[in-house]
């Protein structure tokens, strides 16, 4: 329910793009498969020193050097050029360091939380508290930037919202289920 109550709500979106769309599907997923394997290996006691802090510096070193021949393939050309154009202007360069490295510091933060979450909870927990992160986000740019909500979008959030609220009180009634055994 919470994937699809999102999905829902973007779906007829003025600006939908399916590709967009898919990408963020592909990003999910993703986003999934690295939360069980990186459990799969805190679990795996696959050395002395691998607690969560540890394994996501291995997972960030591993992703930068995969992301090197792609970087040489696909974007240093048109990257120097666009950094180039943007440096031109000394007022926007200023900002544009700024909110680079502050969009760094807050992505490298928030991937270190997760972690350290993983190191305690379900992978499928963590899902759905990513998912559910998104719909806040939502919520919060029409509450802060005043965004309009259409009707489907606001049924979308309901139904991604009443989802985690749905997964919660089945894991904890099955939680409860089990110590009471």
């Known amino acids: ?5 999102v999905g829902y709500a973007c779906l007829k979106e ?3 793009s399916w590709l967009a769309f898919n990408c963020a ?3 999910n ?3 999934a498969l690295r939360a069980v394997m990186s459990k799969r290996a805190m679990t795996s006691f696959l050395g002395e020193n691998l607690g969560s802090t540890n394994l996501f510096g291995a997972v960030t070193i591993g992703a930068f050097v995969l ?8 974007g240093i050309p048109a990257f120097i050029a666009l950094w180039n154009t943007a440096l031109q202007n000394s007022h926007v360069s200023k900002e544009l360091v700024k909110s680079i490295i502050i969009s760094g510091l807050f992505h490298y933060l928030n991937n270190e939380v997760m972690y350290m979450a993983l190191s305690n909870v379900h992978p499928v927990t963590l899902a759905v ?3 559910m992160k998104r719909v806040f986000i939502m919520v919060a740019s029409v509450l802060v930037f005043r965004n309009p909500v259409s009707v489907q979008a606001g049924i979308g959030s309901a139904i991604g919202i009443s989802g985690v609220l749905l ?3 089945t894991k904890q009634h099955y939680e409860k289920l089990e110590t009471v055994e």
């Open 1 to 5: 329910p919470v994937v699809c109550g």
């Open 14 to 16: 003025h600006y939908f």
């Open 25 to 27: 599907m592909g990003s």
């Open 29 to 31: 997923l993703a986003f």
């Open 67 to 74: 992301s090197i021949p792609l970087a040489f393939l696909e």
């Open 129 to 131: 508290g990513n998912t």
């Open 167 to 169: 997964y919660s009180l």
